[in-house]
């Protein structure tokens, strides 16, 4: 209806100066008009140009009047010849038509509000006030002082009109064509292909994102390739791989303290072995399967020592080696491992691990509970803290990180222990990337490792090199409930520096 009474006009006409104007000498619903307007403007029928204009409406109250009359003439009204008690005439109308009303007329005149009788004072009134509010609801003006009356009694208030100035568009058409979007069937059985007018492609439009599965880095996945850490734990397996290293078994989240702690000859006192920064297991609290041999020559040497250590000289306490952890490091894995291996003629080994630790810190952008720890060993008769150099340069280097450095730390376990520190190129200093050391005989010996055995080792957090890899500064983003979802379905598969 709309549409062709516009495109109707235009075929004769230069131009529809008022949209509203328009709508409402046919008739017509002024929104239907405008919808109308805005898709022909769209497909460049018309060219339509805003019109704003400052009008009255009325208000509920206002439109109200417009049926019922306004409140001092439904008051005049209701008083016959003779005049009406108040009370009577009170109940006779509504509480605030009486009282709307009654101020109304008195201050017009018409009525005079006696104590005990009100009377008109006058034979007739026109009712102003209903005819203002019709003309105003029909878009006709009216003078200043009349709008500024009616607005002080809320009648009536200001809102802007839109509406448009509507032209011929480049497009025009007396009727709207109907483009095919589509050559179907019907279209080929019947043959009115020929005749139908088939909406230009549109090539530049973006075809649909591809819709795939792309697992959540929390999920352990069977390959290798899904989340980042994944990707980037592939690559380090690659390495280690070509190094010559065998993957040590790190399915057990749960480790007892002795294989996390007292086994690397870390004391019990050791704040690490606080509640403040391990999580303990509550259930089952404790381990029941532990060398009970070995496990008594781990006592001895942590209370008096051996094999040329003074040992620590406290009471080694068997309940504290038996609590439940989370491990804490890989390191417990190693542990368990040097000791097998003890347990049969020697051979050597290079070991390493890539896998989950716990840890109770506040988290925060680059510290989770929960992260990630590669770990690596050497086992080998006569090893000297110069194989511990050329192995980490060696390692890093196919890492991508050339540049190392070395300072002297402590680890309960190593002696001597260094932290490794890279020179990263893109922020143009130096940063701590892990810790490493040779593990001290006051831990390999109570284990039977030959006297001349000697181990290097190194450990690292897998979310360093993966943040410095993909420039990523929160560790949220990466790990944990607030991971963002939008870069794990982005991210390429990572390089390493190969
Ligand atoms: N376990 C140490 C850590 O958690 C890393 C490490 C491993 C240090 C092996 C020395 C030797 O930080």
């Given amino acids: 209806m709309a549409e062709e009474a516009i495109l109707g006009y235009l075929e004769s ?42 009008m009255w409406m009325l208000t509920d109250e206002g439109r109200a009047y417009t049926a019922t009359g306004s409140p001092e003439v439904q008051l005049f009204l209701a008083i016959p010849p003779e005049g009406i008690p108040k009370e009577e005439l009170q109940k006779k109308l509504d509480p605030s038509v009486f009282k709307i009303g009654s101020a109304q007329a008195a201050k017009r005149k018409w009525v005079d509000m006696g104590k ?17 509010l019709l003309q105003i609801q029909d878009g006709q003006a009216i003078n200043q002082d009349e709008i500024k009356a009616l607005k002080a009694r809320k009648l009536i208030v200001a809102q802007t009109w839109k509406g448009y100035l509507v ?12 483009v095919a979007t589509d050559l179907t069937r019907e279209n080929l059985q019947r043959g009115d292909w020929k005749e139908l007018e088939f909406k230009e492609y549109n090539f530049s439009a973006k075809g649909l994102p591809i819709e795939s599965g792309h697992l959540h880095p929390l999920l352990k996945a069977r390959t290798d390739f899904h989340c980042i850490f994944l990707k980037v734990r592939h690559q380090l397996k690659g390495i280690f791989r070509q190094m010559g290293f065998e993957e040590m078994p790190t399915n057990n989240y749960v480790e007892s303290s002795f294989w996390n702690f007292d086994a690397l000859f870390q004391p019990q006192q050791h704040p690490a072995r606080d509640s403040h920064d391990t999580f303990f297991l509550q259930v089952p609290s404790t381990t029941n399967e532990l060398p009970e041999d070995y496990v008594e020559r781990v006592k001895q040497i942590h209370e008096s020592g051996g094999y040329q250590s003074r040992g620590y000289g406290y009471d080694w306490k068997r309940e504290e080696a038996d609590k439940n952890l989370l491990r804490t490091h890989t390191t417990a894995v190693s542990s368990r491992m ?150 794990i379905k982005r991210n390429p598969v990572c390089r390493l520096g190969l």
Avoid at 118 to 132: A, C, F, P, S, W
């Fill in 338 to 487: 040097l000791y097998a291996l003890a347990q049969k003629p020697f051979v050597p080994k290079k070991y390493y691990s890539i896998d989950r630790v716990f840890r109770n810190e506040a988290v925060d952008r680059t510290h989770l509970a929960e992260f990630h720890q590669i770990e690596g060993l050497v086992c080998d008769r006569g090893l000297a803290l110069g194989d511990l150099l050329g192995v980490l340069k060696e390692f890093f280097s196919r890492l991508g990180m050339s540049k190392l450095r070395f300072k002297p730390a402590y680890n309960p376990y190593t002696e001597p222990s260094m932290e490794i520190f890279s020179y990263h190129e893109g922020l143009g200093k130096w940063v701590e990337i892990g810790n490493s050391g040779m593990f001290r005989p006051e831990m390999l010996l109570p284990m039977g490792l030959p006297e001349d055995v000697r181990v290097i080792a190194w450990g690292l957090s897998l979310e360093r090199p993966t943040m410095i890899l993909y420039g990523i500064d929160n560790i949220r983003d990466l790990f944990g409930h607030k991971v963002d979802l939008g870069l």
């Fill in 116 to 132: 005990q009788l009100v009377t008109r004072r006058i034979q007739h009134v026109e009712d102003e006030v209903k005819n203002l």
């Fill in 13 to 54: 006409k230069e131009e529809i100066s008022d949209s509203g104007q328009f709508a409402a000498e046919r008739g017509l619903d002024h929104n239907e008009v405008v919808n109308v307007i805005k898709s022909l403007h769209g497909f460049r029928y018309v060219v339509a140009q805003d019109i704003k204009r400052e």
């Fill in 167 to 178: 032209k011929k568009g480049p497009n025009y058409a007396p009727k709207r064509k109907k």
